[in-house]
């Protein structure tokens, strides 16, 4: 098993943390190389009983343009960490304004092999509207269609998040659509 040597914060800012670390492989080589740590995220996959799914349209920074996803978030404490559907169920009402009589948890995942990030994607079913509650920080489009029809938008090249192919083939699979 690999093993850390020494290890270094070069970078932090907001939720993100960027590790410098030195290691000794399996083998005996020592590399060096950096990773970044991320919070806790969570993602839902709002489905309701016409089989539409609830996406959201945002501007994001980081591609410079607006892209739809399904709705996600960051756990914000250690609650939230421990156990992450009180987040999901936030951002549920956050972004979309629906809370769901029943969240089941899909999978969970790495974020890449290069951070620690562990990301959790729920199902959302029997869903009520109610006010929506975006952060100061957000401005979200929803946009409904059909699940089906979602997931062949970004399969044919809209750009998304990796969660939300994940989320919906999941999604799709446990509801048999």
């Known amino acids: ?18 590790i410098s ?29 016409n089989n539409n799914v609830y996406l959201t349209k945002e501007w994001r920074l980081a591609w410079e343009r607006h ?19 009180i987040r999901a169920a936030k951002e549920l009402v956050e972004e ?9 948890k899909l999978a969970t995942t790495a974020v890449s092999a290069n951070s620690n990030g562990i990301h959790h994607i729920f199902l959302a079913i029997e869903l009520d509207k109610t006010e929506k509650k975006p952060e ?23 750009l998304t998040t990796a969660y939300t192919l994940l989320g919906l083939k999941l999604a799709k699979e446990k509801l048999n659509i």
């Open 67 to 85: 892209i739809i996803q399904i709705p996600a978030g960051v756990c914000e404490n250690k609650e939230e960490e421990n156990n992450p559907e």
């Open 136 to 158: 100061e920080n957000e401005i979200i489009e929803v946009i409904k269609m059909p699940i089906n029809k979602a997931f062949k938008m970004f399969l044919d090249g809209e």
């Open 96 to 104: 979309v304004g629906m809370k769901a009589k029943t969240l089941e």
């Open 21 to 49: 670390a030195k290691a000794k492989l399996d083998n005996g080589n020592l590399v060096n190389f950096s990773y970044a740590k991320f919070p806790m995220t969570v993602s839902i996959v709002p489905v309701d009983k």
């Open 1 to 18: 098993m690999g093993e850390i040597l020494e290890k270094k914060s070069i970078l932090k800012t907001g939720r993100l943390e960027v």
